[in-house]
Structure formats: structure tokens, C-alpha cells
């Protein structure tokens, strides 16, 4: 998931309406020098086998940050008294925890308590997008984990909304309707199970009919998928499935767009010039989803001393360690 406004600003970043916070290029150079090189290690270990986490680690961000920010609240495992932001509908299919526990494991090996799950969610996510092909951009740190994992606390936009609806989501973090066109570009390199498009396969709106603006080829190949049994999903991309590159955008021109919010950001006329303008330029698409990306990765951060550096990313540290 991704947007960005054509050309944005680093000065945007401080009069957005979201508390940002203070991070900076190099946090940890001091502390922990080879924090980055570790995890870029175990994302490579990963996407070695397995190119599709690109998705995965793309989701998780995009699911930690529009919850509490991006404090990783969305790592924390539930507990028989005290369920956590993974039980939330939205999470169920979330995935790609693994890497951060692994990563999580090195770093504390190397610099104990000294890199944050938040950190390692947003590092890791730049590299497998790197390693897919997309940009290398420098990702700012300094978060701290949050102390809050709440399932009610889970609300984001769906795939079945109009662009206007999804944009409200965005706009309360700060983003731009382009950076949400930006971000949302992330479906270059993504998959949706059937359960989240059958509608729009054959009785869309209850009509009876597929969806008339889906290419009918395209319909006919997805009706064939998802007439498999236990829900199977499909990539975003039917052409570039596992390439991050701006594929995505001349898709949806074609009425190829798999999901209804997809398919619309090249209807609607709000973001319909974007997607034209995206889908011609594949500089301009890895620049604005570098600028998207970073701009969401500070939403909300803790910093400072607030929050802690956890031990484990999937549990918060015992009351004795709070604020390490």
C-alpha cells in the first residue's frame, strides 16, 4: 500500500497535522553500527526463498503505522488476558513476523536493547523492496516500541472502498490523496485472496453480472482461480507479478485492476491523472514511493524516551525493564 503527492516536500513532513517526531539518518551508529547490515542480511536469507515477502513486510508496515503509528504494536502476541492488534480481522493474514523475530534475534546478540522492533519493520521493509527492484531509499530511525496492542484499536481501509472513502483513512495520518495513489502502488509486487474480489466476478452490486469494469478476460482467468477450493488468492499484478516497478499502474489502466479500490484509482477523477502520469514514468513512481514511504514511517513515532526497546518483538518487556 503507498501514495505520495507528485513532488513532496521535506518541509510538508513538519506542518503535517500528525505528531512525526524527531528521527535521524544513522541512529544508530554509535550503538549498534551494523543494525542495518544485519537485517538487510536476514531479508536476503528470506527472499532468497521466498520473493513474495516483498508484499508480506510491505502489509505489515503499512498495518503497524495506521493503527498506533509506527511503534510496532502490530508485532505483540496475544495472551489468554490480553488480546493484541494480531487478532484483529484485518491481521489475520498479516504476515512476515518470522523475519523481525529473526532479526530481533541477531541485533540482540550483537547491541542488547539497543534496536527497536519499530526500526527493524521499517529497515527491513525498504530492503526486500530494494531486493524486488524498487528503490534504495534512506530510512530515518530512532522509534521506540509502543506499550499498546489493542484488536479495537484496528481500523484501515479495505479493498472494496472508493477511492474517496480509502482516502479518509490517509488524510487522518497525514497523507496526501497522491501519496495514497503512491503507496497503494505497492500492489505492484502483492496478492489478494478470491474472498475479497469474487463479488466483482460475477454479481457485482448484486446485479448478477461481473463487474463491467474489469477487462471480461481478466474475469474469466479469476473465476477460473478462485473456483479452487480454500479461498486462493491471485497477484495484484497479473504481469510483473514479483517485479516492484510501476507495472501495476498500466494495469489498472487496462481494466485489469483485481481489487474495486485499485480499479477505481484509474477511474476516479481525483487520481486518475496520477495513475496515467505513474504508469508512463517508472523514475517518478520509485521516487514518490520512496518519498510516500519514508513520510509514512514517521507517523506517529515515539522517540526519546517514550515506549521501550523490547527484548522480544512479539512481547512487551517486564514492568522491571520498561524504559530501556
Request: with cysteine.
Amino acid at each position: 500500500m503507498k501514495i505520495h503527492s507528485l513532488v513532496i516536500l521535506l518541509s510538508f513532513l513538519v506542518l503535517s497535522p500528525c505528531v512525526f517526531g524527531q528521527l535521524t539518518q544513522n541512529f544508530y551508529k554509535n550503538s549498534c553500527p551494523k543494525a542495518e547490515q544485519i537485517i538487510k542480511q536476514v531479508v536476503r536469507e528470506r527472499f532468497a526463498k521466498d520473493r513474495s515477502i516483498t508484499a508480506g513486510l510491505l502489509r505489515l508496515h503499512f498495518h503497524d503505522c495506521f493503527v498506533r503509528g509506527c511503534d510496532a504494536s502490530i508485532l505483540i502476541n496475544s495472551t489468554s488476558k490480553r488480546p493484541s492488534e494480531k487478532t484483529a480481522g484485518p491481521n489475520q493474514t498479516v504476515r512476515g513476523y518470522e523475519i523481525i523475530d529473526e532479526a530481533k534475534r541477531r541485533l540482540e546478540a550483537a547491541c542488547p536493547s539497543k534496536v527497536s522492533c519499530a526500526d527493524i519493520i521499517t529497515v527491513a521493509t525498504r530492503d526486500s523492496v530494494v531486493l524486488a527492484g524498487g528503490p534504495n531509499y534512506a530510512v530515518p530511525t530512532g522509534r521506540r516500541d509502543g506499550l499498546v496492542s489493542n484488536p479495537n484499536n484496528v481500523n484501515l481501509p479495505g479493498p472494496s472502498q472508493s477511492v474517496t472513502s480509502a482516502f479518509q483513512s490517509f488524510k487522518a495520518k497525514g497523507l496526501t490523496l497522491n501519496e495514497m495513489v503512491v503507496l497503494l502502488g505497492a500492489h505492484t509486487v502483492g496478492f489478494a485472496h478470491c474472498n475479497f474480489f469474487s463479488s466483482r466476478l460475477s454479481n457485482f452490486q448484486g446485479t448478477g453480472k461481473p463487474d463491467p469494469t474489469m477487462d471480461p478476460k481478466l474475469v474469466s482467468k479469476l473465476r477460473g482461480v478462485c473456483a479452487k477450493n480454500n479461498n486462493p488468492k491471485t497477484f495484484l499484478d497479473q504481469n510483473t507479478s514479483n517485479v516492484f516497478d510501476n507495472e501495476f499502474y498500466r494495469q489498472i489502466r487496462l481494466k485489469r485492476g483485481v481489487l474495486k479500490i485499485d480499479q477505481e484509482l484509474a477511474s476516479d477523477s481525483t487520481s486518475s491523472r496520477l495513475v496515467s502520469t505513474l504508469a508512463k514514468n517508472r523514475f517518478q513512481f520509485s521516487q514518490s514511493f520512496a518519498n510516500a514511504m519514508i513520510k509514512m514511517g514517521k507517523i506517529e513515532v515515539l522517540v526519546g524516551k517514550a515506549g521501550e526497546i523490547r527484548k522480544k518483538c512479539g512481547a512487551f518487556n517486564p514492568p522491571k525493564s520498561k524504559g530501556s
